[in-house]
C-alpha cells in the first residue's frame, strides 16, 4: 500500500519557473527520499532528509521536511525541459530493513 | 562501476505460466529490494534481502511469488501461474549494508523488467 500522498498529481511549468511539489505520509518515519523517474522505468535518487533535519539543499533542489504535519516539499528552482519527469516521495520507517514506501508521484512538464 | 542490472527488459508470458525475474545489483552491496510498479502509480515494496536471507518478504501479494538470493549477489524474482493483474514493471534496488536507524545507504534503483501478462 501506498504510504501517502503527493501534490499534485501532475504539474506543467515553463522553462526557468520554479516547480513545487509536496508529499504527505502517515507513519513515523527514520528518513523521507525523493527519487527521479524518466519513461516510467528505473528511479534515480536525488536527496534525502533525515526525521531530525528541516531542510536540505542539493544543487537547484531544496527539500524541506514537517514530521508534525508528517509532509515535505520538494522544490526545484530555474527548471529546465530536462527535469520533465515523474518526482516520487519515499519514507523509509521505522522498521530497521531500509524498506521505502512510495507516493504516487508527480508528474512534471517544463516547457521549453 | 557497473549499476543495477534487470533482465529481461521485458517479458511477455500467457497467463498460467511461470516466470523468473533477474537482479544483478552492484558489486559488494548487501542489502537488495524487490519493488513492484504499477501502471500510474508509485514504486511498492515486495521483499528485501540482507546478504542471503530474506529479512522482510511482507510485501510479496500472496505464494505465487518468491525470490531468492543463494549467493548473496544475483537475485531471482519468481512468479508461478501468473495471471494478468501481474503485469507492471519490476523493480530491483540495491545499497550498502544497514548501519543503523537513520544512517542507511541510498537505494540503487536497476532499469526495470517490464512484465506483461496476456
Known amino acids: 500500500s501506498q504510504q501517502g500522498e503527493e501534490d499534485p498529481q501532475a504539474l506543467s511549468i515553463q522553462e526557468g519557473e520554479n516547480a513545487t511539489m509536496n508529499c504527505s505520509y502517515k507513519?513515523?518515519?527514520?528518513?523521507l527520499q525523493w527519487y527521479r523517474q524518466n519513461s516510467g522505468r528505473g528511479l534515480v535518487h536525488l536527496i534525502l532528509?533525515?526525521?531530525?533535519?528541516r531542510e536540505k539543499h542539493s544543487g537547484r533542489l531544496r527539500v524541506t521536511l514537517d514530521t508534525s504535519k508528517k509532509s515535505s516539499s520538494l522544490l526545484i528552482t530555474a527548471s529546465r525541459a530536462a527535469d520533465t519527469a515523474s518526482y516520487f516521495c519515499a519514507t523509509d520507517g521505522s522498521s530497521n530493513t531500509g524498506k521505502l514506501i512510495f507516493g504516487q508521484g508527480t508528474t512534471l512538464q517544463v516547457k521549453p | 562501476g557497473a549499476g543495477v542490472s534487470q533482465t529481461p527488459s521485458n517479458k511477455v508470458t500467457e497467463k498460467g505460466k511461470y516466470v523468473e525475474l533477474r537482479c544483478d545489483p552492484i558489486?559488494?552491496?548487501?542489502?537488495l529490494y524487490w519493488y513492484r510498479q504499477s501502471l500510474g502509480q508509485g514504486p511498492e515494496f515486495l521483499i528485501y534481502?540482507?546478504?542471503?536471507?530474506?529479512?522482510?518478504d511482507s510485501g510479496l501479494p500472496n505464494d505465487r511469488f518468491f525470490a531468492v538470493r543463494p549467493e548473496g549477489s544475483v537475485s531471482t524474482l519468481k512468479i508461478q501461474r501468473t495471471e494478468r493483474g501481474d503485469s507492471a514493471v519490476y523493480l530491483c534496488a540495491s545499497s550498502r549494508k544497514n548501519q543503523g536507524t537513520g544512517t542507511r545507504g541510498t537505494q540503487y534503483f536497476g532499469p526495470g523488467t517490464r512484465l506483461t501478462v496476456l
Open positions: 558489486s559488494g552491496h548487501t542489502a
Open positions: 534481502f540482507q546478504g542471503t536471507g530474506a529479512a522482510d
Open positions: 532528509i533525515r526525521s531530525n533535519e
Open positions: 507513519t513515523s518515519i527514520n528518513n
